[in-house]
């Protein structure tokens, strides 16, 4: 990775109109800063999140980073992945060192990032995911995700604003869609599962599922001083009152992975256009992202 030293400018203009990935924003967090990195090798998204001496982002392929995806079934009996714009890249980029995911916009300046991508197809034409063919007939789809990220939301040092708008393109027809507005690919040093009821402010442990569930998960290390989690004010989506923050143990790959999803549904075709989402990321201690969890949860209770 890349150490230069104009991180925190504004992207400059490079080949086949794309722009440098390369990024930095920072921010003090409690004794520590919070410090997020983006690459061109991975179109932009964010391949690096440290605090306090750890790593929270584990970045081993193009699917393992702070980012976001979406999954439809372009007309058909819906199936994970066959269908599937991905920000930084393909399963074909694998370790490498470019992605097929284009990225056109980036500024980083203070605390906050903002992007704009071309997702390119997990899948590409002849591949198949868990024995079904991919859907797409290109590398490259014409679905756009623009990302902003905030260190210090609404004035809370472990709260990271995560905002996401995905364009579906016009032309395109489908009944289902469902929006990974963000997922975190973690070191296996985040071992510890929980989920956190708001309501009741009460911490339990968290199966491996895998899978989703109604509460926001949160992923630690068994010593707790380093954690990340997921809040969104606006789940559950209709109809899927019962999901929306999954958790992931891959033991084979030594990945863990949590995810914010939203769904839409159509029984004709979802709306082409632009689907927008707000979620908050927080990152801290145990006690700190539970603790700035609930303090976001009281504020927008209250409509602040």
Not at 77 to 87: A, D, G, I, R
Not at 215 to 241: C, N, R, Y
Not at 263 to 283: D, N, Q
């Amino acid at each position: 990775m890349r150490c230069l030293s104009w991180f925190a400018l504004l992207a400059v203009v490079s080949v086949e109109g794309a722009v440098s990935g390369d990024a930095r924003i920072r921010a003090k967090a409690g004794s520590s800063e919070i410090v997020i990195t983006t690459t061109s090798r991975f179109a932009g998204a964010i391949t690096s999140l440290t605090w306090n001496g750890r790593e929270f982002i584990d970045s081993a392929d193009h699917g393992r980073q702070l980012q976001s995806a979406a999954n439809f079934d372009s007309g058909s009996p819906f199936s994970p992945e066959t269908f599937n714009p991905t920000e930084a890249g393909s399963r074909f980029d694998g370790a490498g060192p470019k992605s097929t995911s284009v990225l056109h916009a980036l500024t980083a300046k203070g605390k906050v990032l903002s992007t704009v991508n071309q997702m390119a197809f997990w899948l590409r034409a002849g591949e198949k995911s868990g024995g079904n063919l991919a859907k797409n007939t290109t590398v490259l789809s014409h679905h756009r995700v623009k990302k902003t990220v905030t260190l210090g939301a609404h004035g809370l040092p472990h709260a990271i604003g995560y905002h996401v708008t995905f364009t579906i393109p016009h032309g395109e027809r489908h009944r289902y869609a469902q929006f990974e507005a963000v997922t975190g690919y973690m070191p296996t040093a985040f071992s510890k599962f929980h989920t956190y009821d708001l309501k009741s402010q009460k911490l339990t442990p968290l199966t491996d599922g895998p899978g989703e569930q109604r509460h926001p998960v949160i992923l630690s290390t068994p010593d707790a001083k380093h954690a990340m989690g997921v809040w969104s004010p606006a789940q559950p989506s209709k109809e899927f009152e019962q999901a929306g923050y999954g958790r992931w143990r891959f033991k084979q790959e030594k990945v863990v992975k949590w995810n914010c999803v939203f769904r839409v549904k159509h029984p004709i075709a979802v709306r082409t256009g632009e689907h927008k989402f707000s979620c908050y990321v927080m990152a801290g201690s145990l006690q700190n992202v539970t603790a700035t969890m609930s303090e976001l949860h009281r504020r927008f209770a209250k409509g602040r």
